[in-house]
């Protein structure tokens, strides 16, 4: 088989762009404004503005409305305060890192409990509790409940597993309900494998690209 | 069920006084006291206070993956990349795609991984991701159908982490992408696909 | 330095968050041997312990900010160091935990009792060794380092109920271990 190499980039020196600059061109000019007081709120509560800047360009990559997009921010505006206020209430001292506010808004994004965010999070003191939180999002979506999922969640972050592993381990338990078995079944075999879960197969190898972004001030939504 | 006296457990948990036991159950208590105490005297390890201070001490540097670095430092676009790093990128991607997931890869970042995408979508003719990890720009990353069956395909060197995205197929259908297993609410009465890259380096 | 006038752990901890990282050598000291026995307990090796200890007091530092109770400074520390073994025996490529020092030889200048409490010690660490390794946290917790069921709740992340059947689990177990040995 011919291997081509492929490697398409668009690169641009991004870092430098002021807030207006970013969004001049990619939102509707009467929105950008608000936008960028909306911005400036966020940054005096310490909370991260880089997943405020995101949702309005990607309003208008999507040829939203001005009022919509405005709509948006607003709600991911709550959306980081709310984070914010539950990883005070879970134990963490303030201020939050960028990077574990925008952890909690995914995870509440994904229907995630705040009960079992804060389970997740007090057990995970001075440590990143990003993937634990995606992989009890991703048994939460198949029907497992907050609990059960971060009760299994939890015994492998006891048993020493930690970032993808964890993603690995509710792979493991969705996999066991396609095979047919119950939840509580699924839960039981993955509990006595642990911390014996297998990894997903390497990706095939094939053309590459790569994906340029800006990069911002907690912008991403870290892996760990 | 237990096999000792239930006692036992109540004068060490400290609801009861050992007086209350009889002889051959406060010897089983002694017992067990006494190898806690020379698990609680065994030789004392050396301290590690010197190591730790050592550490706080030293300046931290700063965390950034060469994908960062390659962002902030303004640069020509890869066509117009200076030779060596022409040359040291495809060797980099040639090793990515030669070499199995755990071999050392140059061009992929401790902080860097590999998304592949794969899509139905016959009789288009164009077909996009466009996410997060491209500032929601459409045209960066191009999902390909060499086949002309309909399926596009594309592999992608993301930072690690969760990305939201959806494809854009001929320039104006926003889809989600239906294998992506993870999905979100994009706040504009849609759903973006949810990705989560891993690391190539584990 | 006696008791009485020792700092608080709350108060150190304000004057490590206050700037004063050299303050952090106090909680350091006072930590220390609790941790590293602790540590050694549950990997089987002082190195490990050392290298899980060290580890775990620099996260704790880097961290210290979101220490909720500084009064529970201890048991804050104690998860810290409690989630590094864990992350330290995953990685190892056998499940199986042994001491990797063998017991000191006796001295012959030795009295008769030091070598005495030599042989015991081998055999209760004998005996602990077969016990799970949630067991062997437990016991150790609760009769090594002396917390109590709420302190080691805090430290594990574990359910009082949890931790109380793990504690008499291991006791049955390490008695039926000892009795055998006799």
Redesign the interface.
């Known amino acids: 088989m011919k ?1 081509a ?1 492929l ?5 641009s ?3 430098a762009q002021s807030l207006r600059t970013r969004l001049e061109g990619r939102v509707p000019a009467a929105s950008i404004p608000v936008i960028d007081s909306l911005v400036q709120v966020a940054a005096r509560e310490s909370l991260p503005t880089d997943p405020l800047v ?2 309005a ?6 040829h ?1 409305s001005s009022e ?1 997009i405005v ?2 921010v607003e ?2 505006l709550d959306q980081l305060r709310r984070a914010q206020e539950l990883l005070r209430r879970a134990g963490d001292t303030p201020p939050a890192t960028p990077a574990e506010v925008i952890t909690v808004v ?1 995870a509440r ?2 229907g995630l409990a705040d009960s079992v965010i804060a389970r997740i999070v007090a057990a995970l003191p001075g440590e990143p509790r ?2 634990a939180l ?1 992989a009890v ?2 048994l939460v ?1 198949h029907h497992f409940s907050g609990d059960s999922a971060a009760d299994l969640i939890l015994e492998a972050v006891h048993q020493g597993l930690r ?2 592993r964890l ?1 690995d381990v509710s792979s493991a338990a969705i996999q066991e309900t396609q095979r047919g078995h119950t939840h509580a079944e699924a839960l039981a075999r993955i509990r006595s494998e642990l911390p014996n879960v297998p990894a997903p197969p ?14 911002a001030s907690g ?5 760990h | 069920m ?3 006296d239930p006692r ?2 109540q004068v ?2 400290g609801e009861i006084q050992r007086e209350a036991l009889p002889p051959e159950l406060r010897r ?1 208590v002694e ?6 105490a ?3 005297a ?8 010197q ?3 050592a ?3 030293r300046p931290a540097a700063p965390r950034r993956s060469r994908l ?1 670095w ?9 066509l117009r990349m200076r030779p060596v790093w022409t040359l040291a ?2 060797a980099g ?2 090793l ?3 070499l ?3 071999v050392s890869r140059p061009d992929v970042g401790e902080e860097e991984g ?1 998304a ?1 995408f794969v899509a139905r979508f016959p009789g288009a003719r164009s077909v996009a991701v ?1 996410g ?11 999902l ?1 159908d060499r086949d002309h069956d309909g399926v596009w ?12 995205y959806m494809f854009v197929v001929d320039g104006e259908r ?1 889809v989600a992408d239906p294998l992506a ?2 999905y ?5 009465g ?1 759903e973006n696909s ?1 990705l ?4 190539v380096l ?1 | 330095m006696d008791v009485a006038s020792a700092p608080s752990d709350a108060e150190v901890v304000a004057r490590v968050l206050g700037g004063d ?2 303050a ?2 106090l909680v ?2 006072r930590y ?2 609790g941790l ?2 602790y540590a ?2 549950m990997l089987g090796s ?1 190195d490990a ?2 290298d899980a ?2 580890e775990g ?2 996260r704790a ?1 880097r961290h210290l900010a979101s220490c909720r109770d500084p009064a529970r400074l201890r048991t804050w520390l104690y998860r810290i160091v409690a989630n590094r073994c864990k992350s330290h025996l995953a990685r190892r490529a056998t499940a199986d935990v042994s001491l990797d020092e063998a017991p ?1 030889v006796a001295d012959p200048r030795d009295t008769e009792a030091a070598v005495e ?1 030599a042989e ?2 081998v055999l ?2 004998r ?2 060794r077969t016990l799970s390794p949630e067991k062997q946290e437990a ?2 917790l609760k ?2 380092e002396g917390m109590s ?1 709420e302190e080691m709740a805090a430290a594990t992340g574990e359910r009082i109920p949890t931790l ?1 059947m793990r ?2 689990r291991a ?2 177990a ?3 271990a ?2 055998e040995y006799r």
């Not at chain 2, 979100?184 to 504009?188: I, L, P, R, W």
């Open positions: 291997l190499l490697v398409l980039c668009v690169a020196p991004l870092a995101q949702k360009v990607e309003g208008g990559a999507k939203v919509r709509k948006a709600l991911n995914s994004k994904r990003g993937t995606h999002a991703d979506a970032g993808v993603l390497p990706p095939p190898r094939t053309t590459v690209q790569r994906a340029r972004r800006p990069v912008g991403q939504q870290p892996l | 237990s096999t000792i036992i457990h060490l948990d089983q017992l067990l006291e006494a190898a806690a020379l698990l609680a065994a030789p004392k390890a050396e301290s590690v206070e190591r730790v201070m550490a706080l001490r960062v390659w962002l902030v430092t303004p640069r020509a676009i890869v990128l495809a991607l040639a990515l795609t030669l199995p997931a755990r590999i592949q466009v997060s990890f491209n500032d929601w720009r459409a045209g960066s990353i191009a390909e395909r594309g592999v992608v060197v993301l930072p690690t982490g969760a990305h939201e926003w297993g993870r979100v609410a994009d706040d504009f849609r949810l989560i890259v891993r690391p584990q | 990282r050299e952090f050598g350091i000291r220390e041997p590293l026995r050694a307990r002082r312990a050392a200890v060290a007091l620099v530092y000191p409490r015991q010690l209760v660490e005996a602990l016991f150790v009769h090594v069921y109380k504690v008499h006791r049955e390490l008695l039926q000892l009795e």
